[in-house]
Structures are given as C-alpha cells and as structure tokens.
C-alpha cells in the first residue's frame, strides 16, 4: 500500500477507531458499567472469538442475502432510473408513485412477505431490495433529467437523436449520481436485511442478536453491531473503488 494513502486515509480512522475502543474500556472500567447494560470492548472482543462459529456462519447469511438483494436493486433500480429519466413527464408522473412507496416503514412490509413467503431468507432479500431500490432510481434519473437543455438542443442541430443523447451523453453524465447513491444503498440494504431477520428468520445477524437478546447475551449482541459495521465498511470502501474506476473523471479535480 501507498504510504501517502496510508496515511492520509486508513491511519485516521484507524486512530479514532483506537481510541474510541480505549475511551470505551476506560468508561466501563472507571464506571463498573454491568455487561448486561454496556460491555467492555475486550468482553465484546471474547464473545466474538468464543462464538466465531456460529457468528461466521449467521455473517455469511446476512452478507448474501444483503448482497443479492442490493445487486437486484442495482440492476432494476438502473433500468427503473433511465426510464424515468428518459422523459420529463415520464418523471414527474412517475416520482410522486415512488416517494409515496418508499415513504412506507419497511418494517411494516416484513409481515406480509413473511406471510407470502414464510420464515427464511427469501424476506430478507426482498426488505433488502425494497430498502436500497429507492435511492438508486432517484439519482439515476435525476442524473438523466437535469441534462442541460441547451447541450441538448446543440447535439439535435448536429443531427444526434433521442436514443443518441440518452447513450453518449445521458447516461455517462449520470454516472457519478449512480456510484453515489450506492453507497447509500448498500447501507440501506444491509438494514433492511437485518431488520427482516429480526423480526422472522432462521438465520442471520439479526436472529442471532435477537436470541441473544433474549437469553440476556449482551456481549454477543454488541460483537454482532461490530460485525454488521465491519462488513458495512468493507462493502461501501469497495463501492468507492469500483466508482473511482469507473468515474474517476468526474473527481480529476479534487485529487490534485
């Protein structure tokens, strides 16, 4: 690794991370915090060595679950995005409808997939789905729409077409919209996906943390939050290089 990027991006928030476990273990040492309300990191550290099995195994659930139902929503989210934007009064018809659908608590839809398709990871998918396909149709589209009309105007005297536009200039330029609303995404995915596991799964980080919960295994609660943020982390710093390859023209000016 680069020793400038080393530096200057994973050593700060190494540092903090550091220090925020210190601060933390400090706290509930000087305090005697019970467990039962808030461990230290080195208990929450031993939860997770002592039950790496069954934490590795509920991850593993969790991760693809939360990562099919994000690819889902990339791919249709995308399509979904360029046919809004593909016309003004397409969008204004259709942005009011979407708003409205994701204005609905997914929690609320857990229910009615599990009664479609009972207790499992097929639920998950679909909240983790639902959850990041909002974001990802409304920035592709607005990425389309805001295309200025003037440049439009130039490219229709020079004898490009609709299609030509949408292809050459379109959907290029909304690119950097895209790679930015799958970063949000992909952290909505993973909540709608352990929101669904806790509320009717056989498996995953949310069902484990539930029963955990529920035999007052608080250290294993807290050791699942770290996993869940670990694996957040993970999946968003590698949404972040895939957008570097792909639109690193739009950001030449800040890396100077």
Known sequence: MNREIFVGRVLPPLAFTIALFL????????????????????????????????????????????????LLATVFGLLLGIAVGWHRAIYAGIYPVLVGFNSIPKVA??????????????????????????????????????????????????????????????????????????????????VGAVVSETVGANKGIGKLMLDAQAGFQ??????????????GIVLYAATVLIEQRFTGWAFRGQNR
């Open 23 to 70: 601060l933390w273990e400090l706290a509930c040492r000087l305090f005697k915090i019970p467990p039962t309300i808030l461990p230290a990191p080195t208990e929450i550290f031993e939860a997770l060595w002592k039950y790496r099995k069954p934490i590795i195994e509920n991850s593993w659930v969790t991760l693809w679950t939360t990562l099919l139902g994000f």
């Open 218 to 231: 608080v250290q294993i609660v807290f050791a699942g939050l770290l996993v869940l943020a670990f694996l």
């Open 109 to 190: 839809v857990v229910p009615v997939l599990i009664l479609w398709f009972g207790l499992g990871e097929v639920p998950a998918v679909i909240t983790a789905f639902l959850s990041s396909f909002f974001p990802i149709v409304v920035n592709v589209a607005t990425g389309l729409a805001t295309t200025e009309p003037e440049l439009e105007d130039v490219l229709r005297a020079l004898g490009a077409s609709k299609l030509d536009i949408m292809r050459k200039v379109g959907i290029p330029r909304s690119m950097p919209y895209f790679f930015g609303s799958l970063k949000v995404a992909i952290t909505l995915a993973f």
